[in-house]
């Protein structure tokens, strides 16, 4: 886990939960961002990705890791007695969602990214997972997601990148998959265990990764006082990795400085530099 902290008087702190195969180092723009919008961030790598592990990286034993990895980040944002917000994207929507239906966490709002509630009905995934649960009865046997890394987002410079990026995974295990699809399931079942909480959820019509009908699902499950829902139609799964990242922060960063108006800390208007 790691920490950023912005080096103007602190607003609030945000908690960022990153997604399926990749790790807290391509958020370095994002996080930025947030520091110079006066947020403090704490981010790490959830378990079997990015730095967490050389042995048993793309495989988990159980959903609880996610659970309790990403309570430990929002305990230690806790100690800064700021606003806490929790920013989820693509799996780390799924953890933050499945975490809220089961734990009674004081959060200032919980805003989720391209949330994976469900995969793209894809052959191709569904035939190497397949094949993975048929030649092997070992619960860490790995396969190929199969998921093109065009899928995530537009810009060919991101592309460029994670296809030279040592820390993206290639291959998670069957147990891995096994345990979020039970999780997606369990997740959109329990949507009424919520507590209200703002929140914000962002997704896009041409998601190739994410299943857009069961986002669409959730936003209309849930039971919030307060829900902003925006579809940014064009882009890909990586919203904020796309041409048009600076309108997604600006988006996200607004709906923070709104709460922030509403419980009465007064914010200064975003800037993208």
């Known amino acids: 886990m790691w920490k950023w902290e912005t080096e103007k008087a602190p607003k ?23 520091r110079r919008d006066g947020y403090h961030v704490i981010m790490g790598d959830l378990p079997g990705q990015g730095q967490t592990s050389r042995v048993n990286r793309g495989h988990i034993e159980n959903f609880d890791e996610y659970r309790e990895k990403v309570l430990e980040w929002i305990e230690v944002a806790e100690e800064y007695h700021l606003p806490v917000f929790l920013l989820g994207v693509g799996l780390g929507g799924l953890i933050a969602v499945n975490l809220l239906e089961k734990v009674n966490i004081k959060l200032e709002a919980v805003m989720l990214i391209s949330p994976l509630f469900g995969f793209q009905n894809t052959v191709t995934t569904r035939k190497n997972f397949l094949a993975s649960s048929l030649s092997s009865i070992s619960k860490d046997a790995k396969f190929d997601m199969n998921i093109p890394l065009e899928d995530f987002s537009r810009d060919k410079e991101i592309i460029a990148e994670m296809k030279s990026d040592p820390l993206m995974l290639q291959k998670v295990s069957f147990n891995w998959y096994k345990s979020i699809i039970e999780s997606m399931k369990e997740t959109m079942e329990n949507i009424h265990k919520i507590n209200d909480i703002p929140v914000l959820i962002m997704y896009s019509e041409q998601d190739r990764i994410a299943d857009v009908d069961q ?59």
Request: glycine letters at 4%; proline letters at 1%.
């Open 215 to 273: 986002i669409k699902l959730f936003s209309q499950e849930i039971k919030s006082s307060e829900i902003y829902i925006k579809n940014w139609r064009t882009l890909f799964h990586e919203l904020h990795n796309e041409p048009e990242k600076d309108n997604v922060l600006y988006y996200i960063e607004s709906f923070m400085n709104n709460r922030m108006n509403y419980i009465g800390l007064i914010t200064e208007e975003v800037g993208i530099e």
């Open 12 to 34: 609030g702190i945000v908690v960022i939960v990153h997604n399926i195969l990749e790790h807290h180092g391509r958020y370095a723009w994002f996080i930025t961002h947030l």
